[in-house]
């Protein structure tokens, strides 16, 4: 007679022929569709009937199909090797899609200009672009093939900064001048407002909304009234109400000066910016926060041992501050749950607060090293956070801060309070680890191994500060091999 185990292991096994066969049909529909755009005559119109039908052949939307179409080009013109391991089923589509989408940095040239050297410089650089890319792809292949969609995203971001040819600073100002503020109408009545801007600026006052949201929940502050609609200006502004403050800060105009090189465009996004960093509760009706000081995001600052050496050589030794960091180079930023930004971005909220840590990782490896902060914390959940940044538990993406420390072997059962018996689970997995049949070990370099109940094998090693050295090493290894094979596309 069949146990309840053993038909759980055989639902798993059925379960990942599935998923084969799964991935086998996004890439099918990935080269159905790259057939029907190379059998286009040339021109908008024929490309825009053929999203059309290919959106309700799929039922999907025209802007979904537009995206596909984008990753099934890529897949032919550009990522050959992802295209052959999509065919076999060892990644999805969804893995392919991020490495994609994360690979657009390498071939993203800033224009310096209009005239034949500008042109020219375009054009060695789109070349040096070209090379890179192979470069990347072969990189962060070697990740999609063990890692889920969600823990590739940032591992991808990461290592296509290493290979992009314009710097993320010259990259963040241009998509800076087109910061916005538009709407878009919805249905039943709805209509999202949707701001184009840094992403610090962004996440900061994400997290500034869900801190308001949750003192209100708490009743620990009112509730702030819904804001009047005022009668809108012909070119769509709208007009304060007389007498009342600047949204852009006391003592600023309504309407720019004349030498004010912004655009309406990029006034409304600050505007929009500076409403929502003000405190609606106990600033002064006047007031607006410093630039910087309202904003919540975490901010990690991530520096090679060789590059550290050099920071602390300003002060001879002593504590970094925000003014030593240079603009790029050694040092690389990400803001926790979004990934690498701009050092200068990223500067007015390093300096307006204490909650930010310093990573020291080893070039070779990318290993934790050290960790300094900003914010007292003990030395040893610093390592762990720093270490771990998210939930240990396959797959998971759960921040830190939204997890607990756990034991890998249980205190009671004798297992140390040290850093290789502890790790990060968000409660869900630590409930599961705790109350189900999945087991874990934890190995040299803070490894989780974990088993399910079923008997198979997950292992999850912390994220890579630094993963383009792993990819080296990888590299120097020959682990990864790609068969000589027709394409598939």
Excluded at 249 to 264: F, K, M, T
Excluded at 300 to 307: F, N, R
Excluded at 376 to 393: N, T, Y
Excluded at 398 to 426: K, S, V
Aim: hydrophobic share 40%; net charge negative.
């Amino acid at each position: 007679m069949t146990s309840p185990l053993e038909i759980r292991a055989e639902a798993m096994d059925g379960l990942e022929d599935v998923a084969r066969e799964i991935r086998g049909a996004e890439a099918r529909r990935l080269q159905i569709l790259a057939r029907g755009y190379r059998a286009l005559p040339p021109g908008e119109m024929p490309y825009r009937a053929f999203k059309a039908e290919a959106a309700l052949a799929l039922n999907l939307t025209d802007y979904r199909v537009d995206q596909l179409l984008g990753v099934a080009m890529s897949l032919e013109t550009d990522y050959l090797d992802t295209a052959v391991l999509l065919s076999k089923g060892r990644i999805g589509a969804a893995h392919a899609e991020i490495i994609i989408t994360a690979g657009h940095v390498i071939t993203n040239i800033v224009a310096t200009g209009v005239d034949e050297a500008a042109r020219k410089l375009a054009e060695e650089k789109a070349t040096v672009a070209a090379a890179r890319l192979k470069e990347y792809e072969h990189a962060v292949l070697a990740f999609a093939l063990e890692e889920t969609p969600n823990r590739l995203k940032p591992i991808a971001k990461r290592l296509a900064e290493q290979w992009a040819v314009e710097p993320i600073e010259a990259r963040q100002a241009a998509e800076t001048a087109r910061r916005r503020v538009t709407v878009v109408e919805m249905s039943d009545g709805m209509a999202e407002l949707r701001a184009y801007m840094p992403a610090v600026q962004a996440y900061g006052l994400h997290d500034h909304l869900t801190r308001i949201a949750k003192a209100v929940k708490r009743k620990t502050i009112p509730a702030p009234p819904l804001p009047v609609p005022e009668p809108a200006t012909r070119d769509g502004a709208e007009e304060l109400p007389s007498g009342s403050p600047s949204l852009l800060g006391p003592g600023a105009e309504v309407e720019p000066e004349p030498s004010d090189a912004r655009g309406i465009d990029e006034i409304r996004t600050d505007a929009f910016h500076d409403l929502l960093s003000r405190d609606p509760f106990t600033a002064a009706e006047t007031a607006t926060w410093p630039i910087g000081a309202e904003l919540q995001g975490r901010v990690q600052l991530v520096v090679t041992a060789e590059g550290l050496d050099a920071l602390l050589a300003k002060h001879g030794g002593t504590v970094i501050r925000d003014t030593d960091l240079p603009p790029s180079g050694s040092v690389k930023c990400e803001l926790q749950g979004y990934g690498p930004v701009d050092v200068e971005a990223a500067r007015p909220l390093i300096a307006s607060r204490q909650h930010w840590d310093l990573i020291t990782v080893c070039s070779h490896t990318g290993e934790v090293i050290r960790t300094d902060t900003y914010r007292p914390i003990k030395p040893q959940e610093r390592f762990l956070v720093a270490r771990d940044g998210h939930c240990r538990f396959p797959g998971c993406v759960a921040p830190t801060y939204r997890a607990e420390i756990d034991h890998t072997l249980d205190a009671a059962l004798g297992g140390p309070t040290a850093t290789d018996n502890l790790a990060h689970l968000c409660l869900k997995h630590h409930i599961l680890k705790g109350n189900t049949d999945w087991t874990v070990e934890q190995v040299a370099g803070g490894v989780l191994i974990w088993t399910s109940p079923t008997g198979r094998v997950y292992t999850d090693r912390p994220p890579d500060r630094l993963p383009e050295a792993r990819a080296a090493n990888a590299s120097r290894r020959s682990s990864v091999r790609f068969e000589p094979a027709d394409h598939p596309f």
